[in-house]
């Protein structure tokens, strides 16, 4: 593949996403960042100043930004997207996290929408071929009386071409996998559209019964053979889906069905396990 000639800077700008927010609430107070250490840490620290449901905080750069596990996410200026999004849902706690699998759908979709070819690997990787496009870190940021913010930090290899030494085999880009340059600023609006579609439906029901079946259609775990990996131990088995709760389903060997809730899981084929 050619080199892919990148206008830098010209299409992403606050100016620029704000002229094409179409929602209603989801990014009507946006906070633009040309670099910060992390978009999840600078959510964490505004949740104390109590802002609006919804607000965005965008970077064209982070120098920390931080991944699942304690990982780090690699946040290069001028390519991708990095942002994170605060909502006050009214909904118990224990619920909310599931949110991070309805966040995980609304992008996928909305990058479908434009045809790429996305698939999800559970909980909320955005995956295409095997290799990994975005990742979603969601946070919990505790108020008083069993309050709570939630931040849902999203990353998406957008217009990057080249990748540090560890990530070249599994990472992807839009721009690697399309051929093509792609506006920043475009896709960030269409994205939010499509999540706030997404959470309003899932601010009604709070499960993922509005869901489950888009979600498990673009389930890249589904019917494959999948290593689960317990502080108690691993195990081998077929992911079967995904319950309301976002759970994986994984039948064993012994045919009985485990629902995995936050164990690291391994699809045979998509990077990790071979
Ligand atoms: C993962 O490990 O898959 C999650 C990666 C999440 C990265 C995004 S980039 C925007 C936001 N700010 C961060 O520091 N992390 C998230």
């Known amino acids: 593949m050619g080199r892919i000639e990148i206008n830098h800077s010209a299409d992403f700008s606050a100016e620029r996403i704000r002229q094409g927010i179409a929602g209603q609430w989801l990014g009507r107070n946006l906070i633009w960042k040309e670099t910060t250490e992390s978009t999840n840490r600078d959510a964490a620290l505004l949740a104390g100043e109590k802002p609006v449901h919804g607000t965005v905080i965008v970077a064209d750069c982070q120098t920390g930004g931080k991944g699942r596990r304690g990982r780090s996410w690699t946040s290069p200026a001028g390519v991708n997207l990095y942002f994170s999004i605060l909502m006050k849902p009214e909904m118990e706690t224990d619920k909310i996290s599931t949110i991070t699998l309805v966040t995980a759908l609304a992008v996928a979709e909305a990058l479908r929408e434009k045809e790429v070819d996305v698939q999800i690997k559970w909980p909320n990787d955005i995956v295409i071929h095997g290799r990994k496009l975005a990742g979603i870190l969601t946070e919990l940021k505790l108020l008083e009386k069993k309050k709570a913010y939630v931040i849902t930090g999203i990353g998406i290899n ?78 081998a088995g077929v992911a079967l889906g995904i319950d309301e709760r976002g759970r994986l389903l994984v039948q064993r060997e012994d045919g009985t069905v485990a629902s995995v809730y936050a164990g690291e899981v391994s699809v045979r084929g998509i990077y990790g396990y071979v």
């Open 158 to 235: 957008v217009n990057q071409t080249e990748f540090p030494e560890d990530l070249q085999e599994n990472a992807v880009s839009l721009a690697l996998e399309t051929g093509r340059n792609w506006n920043r600023s475009i896709l960030l609006c269409d994205i939010l559209k499509r999540l706030e579609e997404r959470y309003d439906r899932f601010f009604e029901t709070g499960d993922l019964s509005f869901c489950l079946k888009e979600y498990e259609a673009l389930l890249a775990n589904r019917g494959r053979n999948v290593m689960v990996m317990e502080p108690s131990g691993a195990y």
